[in-house]
């Protein structure tokens, strides 16, 4: 006997305990080696925290095509894991560390990892348990952490190999310093910003002639590192002054005029003071001219002895101290506010400092060339939408060497050691054997260094296991458009150089979620929404077909609670209609009998079959809000509105072979309905799926749907009837005739000719309609149907005694309006110290009002 439904859905009892049972069961775990393999890698959330809107959607979009590809009889691998997330992690470890009066100096870099490790496994618990809520079908007996051994020794082998090649140096350049995680960043870990900074320009004199020059800049705290002043060697105001020294106002050393076209005449004053550790086009500058290249400024942000008497002072502090002190000098031309684009850091919002630092980096090119090639290719990554695929390539083409060295503890330690004594450098899978002679790099890799490998290195690479051979390259790869550079681009080339193949073959790109005005959701708008809320509200099925059928590929979302509640509704709906199935269906299974369905069963099937086609078509392209629509309107519309209400004639008919088509007509598009939402919301459909027929042990192990061949014969009739049926009521509705009036009505075809209904469908219309097909006499109402024409009785589609009580009852309401406005306007009091505005207001009232009653007194006369 198969399971009842709760007379009441109840988003909480369904979803209870159910995925419990599927993990236990093991029906997420690939390995069904007769089946045709596919499969999914997450894109790991950082052990920080817990997973919001944004993930919510993702994993959703991932768990949709995995559960999608089962229905269709694949084995599918959907594995899960997680990031180390280096700097995001240590600072919240550090953070946690400073509560508790100490930091890690203070434990040292191995009790660090310890301490970090806990929080890894804190964190890591609770991501599994919103995994469950969000219901997720990843196989845990593979998860894979992006610190686990087998990652370190993938990471590894890629950072010797590349070495080897090459490909991976070490330099002193220009990075991005975040100064309060005291680390590098790439470029793509900086947010750039508009603030509102200032230009100070200053007065240098020059020594050999006293000649005064005006030269601006945004970072006056940087003077110190000055080396040189610039000009265009082209400039004829200046040449006359290249090669003798102007006066650092800063400090009053004496710094060489040098020309260098980089220079452009045009802005400002032409003059330009150049600080090569500070500055990336000053670094160029110095480059080429073979300049010395001072640090004024700690690691920090604070400013070191070049400083001089600013020495300590956090940069910023040094620069409001450091103008004060030049316009005491009488050497501060002016300060001009500045609007411009500032970098800071991703992970602690810190304004970034350019700074020169000796650190390992990536020779992009040859890499980004291989993808591009490869692009070029009939295999190349497909990207949907497809506008994607030349935001990818066209970073690919303009990229720059990657930092990939970061001041951190927590990360995969670089495999480098520098001899003590000779400062050789020896980069190896395997320590030297002399350790003693030797240092490790104290840095850590850039976390996205590890995560470039995640398609291979989580199958087990670098050796050549089982599930590498079998689910490499992986089918699909979802992500935000955000992280296209940090992460997608990576991917590929990492996946292209050491596999040689594409990492993943689709790329499914999504948007951001953003409020209901559009805005970016943040800790400091207070806007941001918790995604356990939502399911504790509407149940994580509503959440999960909102998430996925609100937005189409590549484009921001809006949260709107109404539209989770809508989806909730339509969830209940699909609920009373399976109670509805269930109470005439009963235990007993229906085969479908093609030979006995009436026409009305047929053209469900039929609308079933163009549905099919329609969902089918759009799953495989990733156009899953169309997926919804499509869904929606055959669940709602074309099952429950239409055919739940026809299928009574049929249910009631006193032959039995029509009794049995129709009920094996209800369970089978119910079953339909229900694997095709499946993808969507696998509780609930669990649920009804649980109740059918012939179910089996799980709505997973169904197959996706296929097509029924059908009778064609009389589907637009049915068609006809139930656009009648629907004009009838709109009818009803415009004239505000009640739904129980019986109404005269005839049906033509588009000749003009009564439309030739069967017996059968006449008898429903009659019925659903509230109507009697008859010949009319007077005036009619025509209204036009695909293929012909409803006519209606004018004099039928008026109720007077409503109408005349509707009129009525506005006449007594518009005299009590004029009589409270006449009162009022009499009242000297009131209109002698009311506001002019007031009294008007009350004039032009009382006159509508008056205008209102003489157009229902017409009317009732």
């Known amino acids: 006997m198969s399971k009842e439904l709760a007379q009441k859905y109840n988003h909480k009892q369904v979803e209870e305990g159910k995925y419990r049972n599927w993990v236990e069961k093991g029906y997420f775990t690939a390995g069904d080696t007769n089946k045709t393999p596919y499969s999914i890698v997450i894109p790991p959330p950082n052990v920080t925290g817990k997973l919001h809107l944004g993930h919510a959607w993702d994993n959703t979009l991932q768990d949709i095509a995995g559960r999608y590809q ?76 992006t610190l686990d051994e087998g990652l370190n020794k993938a990471v590894n082998k890629v950072f010797v190999d590349l070495y080897n090649e090459g490909l991976i140096y070490r330099g002193y350049r220009i990075i991005n310093w975040d100064v309060q995680a005291q680390t590098a960043l790439s470029n793509i870990e900086v947010d750039h910003i508009e603030v509102e900074g200032a230009f100070y320009t200053f007065e240098y004199t020059v020594e050999e002639d006293g000649t005064k020059l005006a030269v601006a800049t945004t970072r006056p705290e940087t003077m110190f590192g000055d080396v040189c002043i610039v000009v265009h060697p082209d400039d004829e105001r200046y040449q006359h002054l290249i090669g003798k020294h102007a006066i650092n106002p800063a400090n009053n050393e004496s710094l060489p005029i040098i020309a260098d076209s980089y220079i452009d005449i045009e802005f400002g004053t032409g003059v330009m003071k150049c600080t090569p550790a500070h500055d990336p086009n000053d670094y160029e500058i110095g480059k080429r001219h073979n300049l010395e290249m001072p640090i004024c400024m700690n690691p920090d942000g604070t400013m070191n002895a070049l400083a001089h008497q600013f020495e300590g002072m956090d940069r910023f502090d040094a620069r409001k101290a450091l103008v004060e002190y030049i316009k005491e000098q009488g050497k501060l031309i002016s300060i001009e506010k500045h609007v ?100 490790q790099d104290e840095d850590v890799l850039d976390t996205w260094f590890s995560s470039a490998l995640w398609p291979f290195s989580t199958l087990g690479w670098p050796e050549n296991t089982a599930d590498l051979e079998r689910y490499y390259p992986t089918d699909l790869m979802v992500t935000g458009y955000d992280i296209i550079f940090f992460w997608v681009a990576r991917m590929a080339f990492q996946g292209r150089h050491f596999t040689k193949k594409n990492p993943f073959k689709h790329v499914l790109m999504h948007g951001l979620i953003r409020d209901e005005q559009g805005r970016k959701m943040s800790k400091s708008l207070g806007n941001g929404v918790d995604p356990m809320d939502v399911i504790e509200k509407y149940g994580v099925d509503s959440l999960r077909f909102f998430l996925t059928t609100n937005s189409s590929p590549g484009q921001d979302m809006r949260y709107i609670e109404e539209k989770v509640e809508a989806s909730w509704n339509f969830i209940n709906k699909i609920w009373n209609a399976s109670r509805f199935v269930k109470m005439h269906v009963g235990d007993t299974y229906y085969d479908i009998n093609k030979a006995k369905l009436n026409q009305v069963d047929r053209y469900i099937l039929n609308q079933f079959n163009e549905t099919l086609v329609e969902i089918t078509g759009n799953m495989n392209k990733y156009e899953y809000s169309l997926v919804g629509n499509t869904i929606t309107r055959f669940a709602w519309d074309d099952f429950c509105s239409w055919y739940l209400e026809l299928s009574k004639t049929g249910l009631q008919s006193s032959d039995e072979e029509v009794v049995y088509a129709t009920k094996a007509t209800l369970a089978f598009v119910l079953k339909q309905i229900t694997i095709m939402l499946h993808p969507f919301m696998p509780f609930v459909t669990e649920e009804i799926y649980a109740t059918l027929p012939g179910a089996g042990d799980t709505i997973m192990y169904e197959a996706w749907p296929h097509e029924l061949e059908i009778n064609q014969e009389g589907l637009k009739d049915v068609a006809f009837m139930i656009d009648a049926i629907s004009k009838v009521r709109e009818a009803r509705v415009s004239y505000d005739v009640k739904p129980s009036k019986p109404l005269s009505a005839a049906l033509k075809d588009s000749t003009g000719s009564n439309y030739p209904l069967t017996d059968v469908l006449a008898s429903m219309f009659e019925s659903m309609a509230r109507v009697s097909l008859n010949t009319l006499e007077g005036d009619t109402l025509s209204l036009p149907i695909g293929g012909g024409s409803l006519l209606l009785l004018e004099s039928e589609l008026v109720d007077k005694e409503a109408l005349i ?40 009232k009382l006159e509508e009002y008056k205008r209102q009653l003489s157009v229902v007194v017409e009317q009732l006369q």
């Open 805 to 844: 009580e509707k009129l009525n009852k506005e006449k007594i309401r518009l005299e009590g309006e004029i009589k409270r406005g006449e009162s009022m306007l009499a009242n000297e009091k009131f209109t002698s110290k009311a506001p002019e505005a007031k009294v008007n207001e009350e004039r032009q």
């Open 340 to 439: 411009h684009s500032v970098g800071h850091s991703e992970r602690t919002g810190v304004i970034v400092e350019p700074y020169l630092s000796e650190q390992w980096f990536v020779k992009m090119k040859p890499l980004a060339d291989e993808v591009l090639e490869q692009q070029k290719t009939d295999d190349p990554i497909k990207f949907y939408p497809e506008r994607f695929n030349h935001t990818f390539t066209q970073w690919l083409e303009n990229i720059e060497d990657w930092t990939i060295s970061r001041q951190l503890w927590w990360g995969h330690r670089i495999p480098a050691w520098f001899h003590k004594e000779t400062g050789e450098t020896y980069v190896g899978l395997e320590a030297p054997q002399d350790i003693e002679n030797w240092n």
């Open 70 to 145: 089962r229905l269709l009889g694949k084995d599918v691998l959907y594995l899960p894991g997680m990031d180390h997330a280096g700097i995001a992690t240590q600072a919240k470890v550090d953070e946690r560390l400073r509560e508790q009066g100490i930091s890690r100096y203070d434990l040292g870099r191995e009790g660090f990892l310890d301490q970090a490790w806990d929080w890894k496994e804190e964190y890591a618990g609770h991501i599994r348990e919103q995994w469950e809520k969000l219901g997720i079908s990843v196989d845990y007996s593979r998860e894979r952490f």
